[in-house]
């Protein structure tokens, strides 16, 4: 089982700010099965990022993805305010699916 | 327009079971992966099963043997049947599409498992 790690837990940033979280996975994952969703408190996430780097549709481009193998990045390049949120990795593999713990962005 | 409507959520006492369901409109149940995702109160989000198009069946650890994942071609609705519920089984429960990644989710239904 694969297990992604994502840090930092929380991040205090300011509207304007670049955001960069981190995923890192217990064994290496294919760029294919590597996604990023945002979560907002009493809704369901959406999905931000597939493919590790590919913006999902309707998603702003200060949101990008990279990385490869088992250490994976997003950057929000200079957060909004509807940008505060948690930050999800996932991955797929072997019929399995696995979460990171999220990264919060809160206002600092 | 895609949508995903859970419902079949409530109040369960331990060792009680539901049934979830997931109506879909906009996209075929048949022809797409489907998941259900849950999310305890406070906490991250945690993948329960899968179900692929050509119906085989997958499931977390911590569910295998008391959830059964199913979909109803004619009505184009997934299901989740849980039983023998605990307290560790209270979340928000999910249904999502996609195998890789997720790329429409319902807004969830709450199933709160206590005495």
């Known amino acids: 089982e694969i297990v992604l790690t994502q840090s930092p837990g929380t991040l205090s940033l300011s509207p304007g700010e670049r955001a960069t979280l981190s995923c890192r996975a217990s064994?290496?994952?294919?760029?294919?099965?590597l996604a990023w969703y945002q979560q907002k408190p009493g809704q369901a996430p959406r999905l931000l990022i597939y493919g590790a780097s590919t913006r999902a549709t309707g998603i702003p481009d200060r949101f990008s993805g990279s990385g490869s193998g088992t250490d994976f990045t997003l950057t929000i390049s200079r957060l909004e305010p509807e940008d505060f949120a948690v930050y999800y990795c996932?991955?797929?593999?072997?019929?399995?699916?696995?979460f990171g713990q999220g990264t919060k962005v809160e206002i600092k | 327009e895609v949508q995903l409507v859970e419902s079949g959520g409530g109040l369960v006492q331990p060792g009680g079971s539901l049934r979830l369901s997931c109506a879909v409109s906009?996209?075929?149940?048949?022809?797409?992966?489907m998941t259900w995702v849950r999310q305890a109160p406070g906490k991250g989000l945690e993948w329960v099963s899968l179900?692929?198009?050509?119906?085989?069946?997958y499931y977390a650890e911590s569910v295998k043997g008391r959830f059964t994942i199913s979909r109803d071609n004619s009505k184009n609705t997934l299901f989740l049947q849980i039983n023998s519920l605990s307290a560790e089984d209270t979340a928000v429960y999910y249904c999502?599409?996609?195998?890789?990644?997720?790329?429409?989710w319902g807004q969830g239904t709450l199933v709160t498992v206590s005495s």
């Open positions: 906009g996209f075929t149940v048949r022809t797409n992966y």
């Open positions: 179900i692929y198009t050509g119906g085989s069946t």
């Open positions: 996932q991955q797929y593999g072997d019929s399995r699916v696995g």
């Open positions: 999502a599409r996609g195998l890789k990644n997720f790329d429409y």
């Open positions: 064994q290496s994952v294919s760029s294919s099965y």
